[in-house]
């Protein structure tokens, strides 16, 4: 059967058609969108291997360990290798257990502190409003490949850190990318 | 006469000018103070006066919510720490410390406790690299990478964890607040010493009008050892200039009351202007300055020395002059004033400029004020007779016949003594902040915001001496042994050592000779580099650092000019009566009996324990005995005039019964109502006896007539009210001192009233005598 020449301009509308509604479909996939992937994301542990780059290293210093998140606001991160050292913000404190001493900080009392908290709880609770307190939020790509860039709005804290990068795919954070204001970085990836 | 008055009034007018442009008013509290005896009671009052605690100005910002005040808390910071008032303002925040930061980090190997040769050998400083690498990597690398390059070893860290005060606020928002997160803090140095109440003044202004300027809608409480010296300064002259004016209203009113024509006013006035003027002159001649409590205590002058010329006035008759009456009582009027200059002179002989002041004033005022009334008065009125309505006061007639109120207060009296007696000496104020000016509510308030801040009060600290600044460095560097171990078994919450920051010339040497030179120390680093991820050049800032060290000259005090530290080590480390002394403040300790033992036992024995609550209550009740004394000398100079002058010891038992009653009971009223006594409170007895013993005399003089007997029943009332008057009003103040002064005064005047006119009346039989 020869088609109708006529049926092409309709072919090519439906096409078109659905082509804008799968764009309609990635502009949809904003802030809000990931906020809510995030806040639905099981709690739990994952694995995981950081790399600290710095000027004054020939390589990068490799350590790794686990990473768990339990609402609404608890995150612990326990290095086992090459050493153990425990990090476990709860509540208003950071602890930090090492070499058998365990020291506590009030999270109100420097305000490092307090946005290093911030982005780790707002990212991994879908938090935008925490987040917003303390950095300038800028989302990439898509559903399945997303950048969140965070840059402080603090000059106290921009000091030190210079952005925070963390990249998933869906609800899952896969990396997250410590830009210090020197130019070292330290990279985490979730295994 | 008009002539007479003209004259009098040019005189009076020329000698108030006199004073008002040369009368030099001072707050300074510690004239208040005992001289010192010992070297430990001197530095009390040393650092009570100027040191480092008195200097302190704590600030408490409050009323807005937390992001605001931590915003202001900065702001202040920053405009207090560039005021001329201030040497610094902190508030916790990091970046303050950043000039003192860079001094400690320039000399961390002079500071530094961990430095000896071994500390730079390879395998030290393998571990410290190793250390180093792990700090890196975690979540505070960001912070540690800073000092990284210059400082592997960690001296900068030793040097600061040294310095770490233990017991500071809690931060929010990186800067000091309470706990709850309702007052940020702020500790402000003021440069003016505590006790210079007027520049303390112009600090707080200055507080008030940069928060003003800066963050208005923020509240401000501040308070420390010059607030306090300002905050009573200002209250005093309130105090003085509203009551004093209060008193001078009532005695104005009943004075027209009594005599309804103003001439006896006025009259009766001039003795009381002439007394206090010429006695703040007299003060002022011999002192070189009046102190602010002194002219305050003018306003009880007052009191007493109005009672002569009413004494004076309401004892004319009828149609007599008098320059009459004045000879008519002119024995018992001197007797009044020689008994008052008496008690007086005691405090005159007094080793405390304040209460010297107070003698003189009472002293000179009451004379002038007696002399004006025998000689001035009845020469401005000359052959005139004064004419007033005299009012007659009820005799009571009954009361004094009947027998039982007088055996009443004798049986009180002795009750009350008995009581006195019993309850010794737990009734004597031992502390020395009874002597500050300061009302209660503000030094509650002060311990208050100190809880809420962490900061205990320094109650003990160590002095170490030396002959040189080296040598008191090296004496309070020797201690340290001691109290660290002390620290470590939980018996000394925390010390503060300046030695910490500024270590003796000897010890910064040794340090600086341990370093290895470049050489020696790139080889070793060469060798603890060995495995690890270093960068081989990456310590190369270390290497210069340690090189430019070794060639440093030792640090001193003027490596700290202009930061917080230096401000500390020119409070700590003073030069006393050609001593230096290093102070090393201690807080929490659980035995000081044996703290104090161990560090005599010290070898050097440089070092001694300063215990500043002990030292003040030895201080007081040595101040306490010479008050006692003095007032002791004074009554017995009293009995002894009053034996020569009545002629007969029976008169003067008549006399001086109803006022030691009066003394007695007045004691046992006020120790019942919860008062400690201090020393204004004998001072203010003191002032008891005089004006009781006057009403005594006027009381038991023995009167011609029953006309007599109502002027004086008259003039004694009028008396007694205007006393009253005055001193009531004075305890309505919130100065303690004031307070005492008043409301002492008042009941032993009343009593004193009372007590002679049932015990000291001449018996009838004796009334033509």
């Known amino acids: 059967m020869k088609m109708r020449p006529s049926s092409m301009p309709a072919l090519f509308i439906a096409l078109m058609a659905l082509l804008v509604a799968i764009t309609a479909h990635a502009d949809n996939f904003d802030l809000a969108r990931l906020m809510q992937l995030l806040?639905?994301?099981?709690?739990?542990?994952?694995?995981?291997?950081?790399?600290?780059?710095?000027?004054?290293?020939?390589?990068?210093?490799?350590?790794?360990?686990?990473?768990?998140?339990?609402?609404?606001?608890?995150?612990?991160?326990?290095?086992?290798?090459?050493?153990?050292?425990?990090?476990?913000?709860?509540?208003?404190?950071?602890?930090?257990?090492?070499?058998?001493?365990?020291?506590?900080?009030?999270?109100?009392?420097?305000?490092?502190?307090?946005?290093?908290?911030?982005?780790?709880?707002?990212?991994?609770?879908?938090?935008?409003?925490?987040?917003?307190?303390?950095?300038?939020?800028?989302?990439?790509?898509?559903?399945?490949?997303?950048?969140?860039?965070?840059?402080?709005?603090?000059?106290?804290?921009?000091?030190?850190?210079?952005?925070?990068?963390?990249?998933?795919?869906?609800?899952?954070?896969?990396?997250?990318?410590?830009?210090?204001?020197?130019?070292?970085?330290?990279?985490?990836?979730?295994? | 006469m008009l002539a007479r008055c003209a004259l009098a009034l040019i005189c009076f007018a020329a000698l108030a000018l006199f004073a008002a442009k040369t009368l030099r008013v001072e707050t300074d509290f510690s004239a208040f103070l005992p001289p010192s005896a010992t070297p430990e009671q001197r530095l009390l009052i040393s650092q009570l006066r100027d040191g480092l605690v008195s200097r302190l100005m704590l600030v408490a910002l409050h009323g807005a919510d937390e992001k605001t005040l931590a915003q202001a808390s900065r702001a202040l910071a920053e405009k207090l720490g560039h005021a001329a008032e201030f040497d610094y303002a902190l508030n916790g925040s990091l970046d303050q410390f950043a000039a003192q930061a860079e001094v400690l980090m320039r000399h961390r190997y002079a500071l530094s406790p961990q430095i000896n040769a071994p500390h730079f050998s390879a395998p030290a400083l393998h571990a410290a690299l190793v250390e180093q690498l792990d700090q890196l990597a975690s979540p505070f690398g960001v912070l540690s990478k800073a000092t990284l390059a210059r400082d592997p070893t960690g001296e900068f860290l030793a040097t600061l964890r040294q310095l770490d005060p233990g017991a500071m606020p809690a931060l929010r928002r990186g800067v000091w607040f309470s706990g709850d997160g309702k007052r940020a803090f702020l500790i402000a140095q003021t440069r003016a010493p505590g006790f210079d109440s007027l520049r303390q003044a112009e600090a707080i202004a200055k507080v008030h009008g940069a928060l003003a300027a800066l963050y208005p809608q923020v509240a401000v409480t501040l308070t420390g050892p010059g607030v306090f010296a300002a905050e009573s300064r200002r209250l005093i002259e309130s105090d003085a200039l509203r009551l004093s004016l209060c008193s001078a209203l009532v005695i104005l009113a009943m004075l027209l009351f009594v005599y309804r024509s103003a001439l006896p006013v006025v009259l009766v006035l001039t003795p009381v202007a002439f007394g206090l003027l010429i006695g703040v002159l007299v003060v002022q001649a011999l002192f070189g300055s009046v102190h602010a409590v002194t002219l305050g205590f003018s306003a009880t002058l007052i009191g007493e020395a109005v009672d002569y010329p009413n004494y004076l006035l309401l004892n004319t008759a009828r149609g007599e002059t008098a320059r009459r009456a004045a000879q008519r009582i002119g024995g018992t009027l001197l007797l009044a004033v020689l008994t008052t200059v008496a008690s007086a002179l005691a405090l005159t002989l007094s080793s405390f400029t304040g209460l010297a002041q107070l003698g003189v004033l009472t002293m000179v005022g009451v004379m002038v004020a007696g002399l004006t009334t025998h000689r001035l008065l009845p020469w401005l009125l000359g052959d005139r007779v004064l004419e007033f309505r005299r009012l007659d006061v009820p005799t009571g007639a009954n009361i004094a016949r009947a027998r039982w109120p007088g055996a009443i207060a004798a049986t009180a009296t002795l009750c009350g003594a008995l009581w006195l007696g019993y309850m010794h000496p737990a009734w004597w104020e031992t502390d020395l902040a009874s002597i500050s000016p300061v009302p209660p509510q503000m030094r509650e308030l002060d311990s208050q915001l100190r809880r809420e801040m962490g900061a205990p009060e320094v109650s003990f600290f160590v002095a170490s001496r030396g002959a040189s600044e080296a040598a008191a460095l090296q004496a309070g560097e020797e201690i340290l042994s001691v109290l660290q171990q002390w620290k470590q078994g939980g018996r000394i919450r925390s010390y503060d050592s300046p030695a910490w920051y500024l270590p003796a010339p000897a010890t910064q040497a040794a340090r600086l000779q341990a370093l290895p030179d470049t050489a020696a120390l790139q080889e070793n680093l060469l060798v603890a580099l060995r495995g690890l991820p270093f960068r081989p050049d990456a310590f190369t800032p270390f290497v210069q650092d340690i090189a430019a060290a070794r060639m440093e000259p030792p640090m001193n005090r003027a490596s700290y000019a202009g930061t917080p530290l230096g401000a500390k080590l020119n409070a700590l480390v003073i030069e006393l009566e050609g001593e230096w002394l290093v102070l090393t403040p201690l807080v929490g300790v659980n035995d000081p009996k044996l703290l104090a033992a161990e560090l005599a036992a010290m070898p050097a024995g440089k070092s001694s324990l300063v215990d500043l609550a002990q030292i003040s209550s030895q201080m007081v009740a040595g101040y306490r005995r010479e008050a006692l004394h003095q007032t002791g000398w004074g009554a017995l100079l009293i009995l002894l005039l009053l034996t020569v002058g009545l002629r007969s010891p029976r008169r003067t038992w008549r006399v001086t019964a109803p006022i030691a009653a009066a003394l007695v009971l007045t004691v046992t009223l006020l120790v019942a109502g919860g008062q400690r006594l201090g020393v204004f409170h004998l001072v203010a007895l003191l002032l008891v006896l005089g004006v009781g013993l006057n009403y005594a005399l006027f009381f038991e003089r023995p009167p011609a007539d029953a006309a007599e007997r109502a002027r004086t029943r008259l003039s004694l009332v009028v008396c007694s009210v205007s006393t009253v008057a005055t001193f009531g009003f004075l305890s309505l103040s919130a100065t303690p001192v004031l307070h005492a002064i008043g409301s002492t005064v008042a009941l032993g005047a009343l009593l004193s009233l009372i007590l002679s006119a049932l015990w000291a009346r001449p018996r009838i039989s004796e009334m033509h005598v």
């Open chain 1, 39 to 191: 806040t639905l994301s099981p709690e739990g542990e994952v694995a995981y291997t950081e790399k600290k780059y710095s000027s004054l290293l020939t390589e990068p210093v490799v350590s790794s360990g686990t990473l768990s998140y339990r609402r609404p606001d608890t995150v612990e991160k326990n290095m086992v290798s090459p050493r153990k050292e425990r990090f476990r913000i709860a509540g208003e404190e950071l602890i930090v257990a090492r070499k058998g001493i365990e020291n506590r900080y009030p999270l109100s009392s420097q305000p490092l502190l307090s946005a290093f908290a911030a982005s780790l709880r707002g990212v991994l609770g879908g938090d935008a409003e925490l987040l917003r307190q303390h950095y300038r939020l800028k989302l990439e790509g898509e559903e399945q490949a997303w950048r969140l860039e965070l840059t402080p709005l603090d000059d106290e804290i921009a000091r030190y850190v210079e952005r925070i990068a963390v990249s998933g795919r869906g609800g899952h954070v896969e990396q997250i990318e410590v830009r210090e204001s020197g130019g070292d970085r330290s990279v985490l990836q979730v295994r």
